[in-house]
């Protein structure tokens, strides 16, 4: 008895053979095939919905997929959506990571950072909310973002491509 590849038992088709004299149309026929396959299963969307108030940010309902993440990332005040961010549906990023520090970016809705905050401010009371608080300000749709070596307040919708200086990447959203 010959071994059968897994997609053949599973009814898929195991032949992919690509040689000098094959055509454009035999490829076209491929990725067609792969496409209209019923047995390949998309990822279900699951809804996640969390409400706090001075706790790191995660008050609005978005469509969260495992595993995807935000291109571009955008950041946004305390009115703006939060999710997976994409051109077409501009979300702000609420799974935010410091590739300088390696640490996650806290968001808090509603308030802003005073202006005194300094780098040893955020080195030495990240990620305590209890030590934070003393430079906090509240401000209506504003939202504080920070991790232990940047931070920023912000009120609209901005693409963090436009923050040159902030090394904060999406951080893949989960379940």
Request: aromatic share 6%.
């Amino acid at each position: 008895g010959e071994e059968q590849p897994a997609a053949a038992k599973e009814g898929r088709s195991a032949k992919v053979s690509v040689s000098a004299d094959s055509s454009e149309e035999d490829l076209d026929n491929i990725i067609d095939e792969i496409c209209n396959d019923s047995s390949f299963t998309k990822t279900p969307l699951k809804l996640k919905s969390n409400s706090a108030s001075l706790t790191p940010e995660r008050n609005s309902v978005a469509v969260q997929a495992h595993g995807k993440k935000c291109c571009p990332v955008y950041l946004g005040g305390s009115l703006s959506p939060s999710g997976i961010g994409t051109n077409i549906s501009k979300r702000t990023c609420d799974q935010l990571r410091c590739t300088a520090c390696d640490f996650r970016v806290s968001l808090f809705n509603d308030y802003i950072w005073d202006q005194s905050c300094d780098y040893l401010f955020f080195r030495n009371n990240m990620p305590e909310l209890s030590k934070l608080r003393a430079k906090m300000i509240k401000k209506k749709g504003a939202r504080a973002y920070a991790c232990q070596c940047s931070w920023r307040s912000i009120d609209e919708l901005t693409d963090l491509q436009t923050e040159q200086q902030l090394r904060w990447v999406c951080g893949k959203h989960g379940e």
